[in-house]
């Protein structure tokens, strides 16, 4: 059976689960803990959605359930732009361990407040769709 996955919107944010976060002060920006937030400035941007939609494999377990969805997962995405770790899932279980693979890989625009990077929640949604 031929499928598809179609990953979209990857780079469109819900920009009210923006949050930003700091771990050691290296100026008034970044004196956050690990529990205080603030919404970015400036959102990141993803840099390379071609490459990861390229290593995106379809779950046999789903292709044989004829099993579709939208997943969305929230990535803690750290001042050089990589995905430092991943948090809520959301959507169908069984695409859960390939969104939380897949989400590793993305590469970021750092976000910013006043043009200084920090860390930033985005959540970024995969639309798995069998063709």
Known sequence: M??????????FFYTADIFSQSDKPESAYDSLTYF????AEVAPVCLNIS??????????????DSVEGWVTV???VGKDGNVE?????????????????VAMFL??????VNNYPVKVWVTVPFNFKLK
């Open 107 to 112: 590469k970021f625009t750092p976000g910013l």
């Open 2 to 11: 031929k499928f598809h996955i179609f990953l979209i919107l990857l780079c």
């Open 85 to 101: 770790k991943t948090g809520k899932i959301s959507g169908p279980e069984i695409f859960f361990p390939e969104v939380k693979r």
């Open 36 to 39: 205080d937030t603030v919404k």
């Open 51 to 64: 490459e990861v939609i390229k290593i995106i494999k379809y779950p046999p377990e789903a292709v044989k």
């Open 74 to 76: 929230k990535c803690l």
